[in-house]
Nanobody
Framework: EVQLVESGGGLVQPGGSLTLSCAAS????????MRWYRQAPGKEREQVAA????????TYADSVKGRFTVSRENVKRTMYLQMNNLKVEDTAVYYC????????????WGQGTQVTVSS
């Protein structure tokens, strides 16, 4: 069974930093591109970052470029999101994601971790 478990969220002041983790199990982690999404209250879920299975390629939403860094440790089956210079608008629930293996099947999501940026 595929499981994704996020951790590391919390309350931080503007300009602060947090590192989120996504622990994966139930599949060969290194074979899959993994993604971070976020959803703020009243807004649609948006992709924040993605990282290839080997960790060599990463992409970011324009809103977080230069502030967020996605990484992974395949031996630990864990993906990370280092978030620096956090802004109030980064407040959201952050989710770990993996695409389904077949068309029509449901994608995999973690339960989410809350990040609140506030003074």
């Amino acid at each position: 069974e595929v499981q994704l478990v996020e951790s590391g969220g919390g309350l931080v002041q503007p300009g602060g930093s947090l590192t989120l983790s996504c622990a994966a199990s139930g599949f060969t982690f290194s074979l899959y591109t993994m993604r971070w999404y976020r959803q703020a209250p009243g807004k649609e879920r948006e992709q924040v970052a993605a990282i290839s299975g080997d960790g060599d390629r990463a992409t970011y939403a324009d809103s977080v470029k230069g502030r967020f860094t996605v990484s992974r440790e395949n031996v630990k089956r864990t993906m990370y999101l280092q978030m620096n210079n956090l802004k109030v608008e980064d407040t959201a629930v952050y989710y770990c994601h993996r695409y389904a293996d077949s068309v029509g099947a449901a994608d995999y999501w973690g339960q989410g971790t809350q990040v609140t940026v506030s003074s």
